[in-house]
């Protein structure tokens, strides 16, 4: 089970911190990582990170503004938010894999983000 929380209103060029906290059969993450959905969109990728070496990837639009770091011990992955822009005003949802690559398994509730201008 995934629980994701910390979204919000905040006005263009402010800061959001995410975060996810994973419960239940854990030991099995591989990847967590992060997407949104903006109204009338596809939902897409955001970042992840690998739980074993730390590893990092993200999506070109918010690479420089967006980092994504987790903590093994709580099983909980976050998201730091900065510069944000309207156009990062979406529904974000955390999420875990049990593979390297490929589709998630198991899906958070999502938490609204909403960036005024």
């Known amino acids: 089970q995934l629980q994701a929380s910390g979204g919000g209103l905040v006005q263009a060029g402010g800061s959001l911190r995410l975060s996810c906290a994973a419960s239940?059969?854990?030991?099995?993450?591989?990847?967590m990582g992060w997407f949104r959905q903006a109204p009338g969109k596809e939902r897409e990728f955001v970042a992840r990170?690998?739980?074993?070496?730390?590893?990092?990837h993200y999506a070109d639009s918010v690479k420089g503004r967006f980092t994504v770091s987790g903590d093994n011990a709580e099983s909980a992955v976050y998201l730091q938010m900065n510069s944000l822009k309207p156009e990062d005003t979406a529904v974000y949802y955390c999420?875990?894999?049990?593979?390297?690559?490929?589709?998630?398994?198991?899906w958070g509730q999502g938490t609204l983000v909403t960036v005024s201008s």
């Open positions: 999420a875990t894999s049990v593979r390297v690559a490929g589709t998630y398994d198991y």
């Open positions: 239940g059969r854990t030991s099995s993450t591989v990847r």
């Open positions: 990170i690998m739980w074993g070496s730390g590893s990092t």
